[in-house]
């Protein structure tokens, strides 16, 4: 079997390339604030979809998604390393395609 090999994905789990610029936070003193830094409650992370199974309804590939990341399943593909998760998964989504009257947040 080839390392290239197509990937398809299935029912409606979504592959996603977790931002990485946005595990790190400042401070409004300026201080970097590393992603592995122990918070009070659990924070959120975005991405952007990869790809899509069949069955997955409310995202598209290239829509920013927010999921917990204590939640993910990494896998690694070509030596980059992405999240495989469930539609059900994902809290939001982020994307011009939506209808912009439907939240009243831009992001």
Same mark, same amino acid.
């Given at each position: 079997?080839?390392?290239?090999?197509?990937?398809?994905?299935?029912?409606?789990?979504?592959?996603?390339?977790?931002?990485?610029?946005?595990?790190?936070?400042?401070?409004?003193?300026?201080?970097?604030?590393?992603?592995?830094?122990?918070?009070?409650?659990?924070?959120?992370?975005?991405?952007?979809?990869?790809?899509?199974?069949?069955?997955?309804?409310? $995202?598209? *590939?290239?829509? +920013?998604?927010?999921?917990?990341? %204590?939640?993910? &399943? !990494?896998?690694?593909?070509? @030596?980059? $390393?992405? *999240?495989?998760? +469930?539609?059900?998964?994902?809290? %939001?989504?982020? &994307? !011009?395609?939506?209808?912009? @009257?439907?939240?009243?947040?831009?992001?």
């Amino acid at each position: 079997m080839s390392d290239r090999a197509p990937i398809k994905m299935l029912h409606d789990r979504i592959l996603v390339d977790v931002d990485q610029e946005a595990g790190e936070r400042r401070s409004s003193g300026g201080i970097v604030i590393p992603a592995t830094a122990a918070m009070g409650a659990r924070r959120l992370a975005w991405s952007r979809v990869i790809a899509k199974g069949p069955h997955a309804r409310a $995202v598209e *590939v290239g829509d +920013r998604v927010l999921f917990d990341p %204590a939640d993910k &399943a !990494e896998v690694e593909v070509q @030596g980059e $390393v992405y *999240v495989v998760m +469930r539609e059900r998964d994902v809290h %939001a989504v982020a &994307a !011009e395609r939506l209808d912009a @009257g439907s939240t009243g947040l831009y992001l």
